[in-house]
C-alpha cells in the first residue's frame, strides 16, 4: 500500500471512528439517515465511509462534518494527525 493509499484508508477510519459510530446529534444516538439529513451529507457518502477501503474523502464532506459538530477544520486534522501518531506508536511496538 502507498502513502496515499494509507493516508486516505486511515482518514476513513477516523472519520468512522469520530463521526459514525454511533452516529450521534447533540449527544444522542440517531439513524445514519437522520444524521445524514441533517448535516447535509449524502446516504451515499455515509455508506462508503462505512464500507471504509478505497474512498477518497472529499474536502467538502470534511467541511461539512465540522461545520455540522461545530469543530474547527484545524481542530479536526490536529485530532486526526494525533490519531496517526498513536496508530504509527501503536505499529512500532
Known sequence: MNELDSYQKNLVQ???KKFCSPHKINGEEVSRN????????????FTRLKKGEGYD???????KLCKFEDIKVVDFYME??????E???????
Open 57 to 63: 474523502v472529499p474536502t467538502s464532506t470534511i467541511f
Open 14 to 16: 477516523f472519520l468512522k
Open 87 to 93: 496508530k504509527d506508536a501503536e505499529a512500532k511496538k
Open 80 to 85: 486526526f494527525d494525533a490519531y496517526l501518531e
Open 34 to 45: 437522520e444524521y445524514a439529513d441533517k448535516s447535509e451529507i449524502s446516504r451515499g457518502t
